[in-house]
């Protein structure tokens, strides 16, 4: 069964750093993609970043550039969000997830964002 | 950045009845869409992706439909259960990875 749980959120003051953390299992997590998103209180969805299969490959929004990082340890099966700066607006709940990614009969490679597997969620508030 | 218009924001409809949600693209996302529910304090349950494949587990009273700029997610039976927000998301043209607003589908 595929889990994946997040952790590391809590109250922090704006300027502060945190880092989350999302723990997968069930899955050969070095074979995924993987992406955080979060969503404020009472908002709709936003994507945060995206992370290849070994890291190499990493995009944020505009709205975090600069001042998060997305980062993985394959060997650990974990995924991890390092977050500084953070503002009054980065309050939210974060959630990670994977992508729905697959090889076909011939050994083609397809990136699929859309996310069937989902964490539970990490709260992070921003507030002095 | 691809920019997802859902409407209405609110639909009221009565158990039994059907619900039809709509979705708008500001460009074509060709048929790279998807639509989840979300239940307050869970996380987001993916019911339709390539605009019209029913997820694993997903009941046969959810459909999905459209290509291009415009997409539909028809409920054609409301349970009680089926209350709730619905998100579609393009996954056409990223990053950024786009969201629509939500609907939120209410007991009328």
């Known amino acids: 069964e595929v889990q994946l749980v997040e952790s590391g959120g809590v109250l922090v003051q704006p300027g502060g750093s945190l880092r989350l953390s999302c723990a997968a299992s069930g899955f050969t997590f070095s074979s995924y993609e993987m992406n955080w998103f979060r969503q404020a209180p009472g908002k709709g969805l936003e994507w945060v970043s995206y992370?290849?299969?070994?890291?190499?490959?990493?995009h944020y929004a505009d709205s975090v550039k600069g001042r998060f990082a997305i980062s993985r340890d394959n060997a650990k099966n974990s995924l991890y969000l390092q977050m500084n700066s953070l503002r009054g607006e980065d309050t939210a709940v974060y959630y990670c997830?994977?992508?729905?990614?697959?090889?076909?009969?011939?050994?083609?490679?397809?990136?699929?964002?859309?996310?069937?597997?989902w964490g539970q969620g990490t709260l992070v508030t921003v507030s002095s | 950045e691809i920019v997802m218009t859902q409407s209405p924001a609110t639909l009221s409809v009565s158990p039994g009845e059907r619900a039809t949600l709509s979705c708008r693209a500001s460009?074509?996302?060709?048929?790279?869409l998807v639509w989840y529910q979300q239940k307050p304090g869970q996380a987001p349950r993916l019911l339709i992706y390539d605009a019209s494949t029913r997820a694993t587990g997903i009941p046969a009273r959810f459909s999905g439909s459209g290509s291009a700029t415009e997409f539909t997610l028809t409920i054609s039976s409301l349970q009680s259960e089926d209350f709730a927000i619905y998100y579609c998301q393009q996954y056409n043209h990223w990053p950024p990875i786009t969201f629509g607003q939500g609907t939120r589908l209410e007991i009328k």
């Open positions: 992370i290849s299969s070994s890291g190499s490959i990493v």
């Open positions: 460009q074509s996302v060709s048929s790279n």
């Open positions: 997830a994977r992508t729905s990614s697959y090889h076909d009969s011939s050994g083609n490679y397809y990136l699929r964002q859309y996310f069937q597997y």
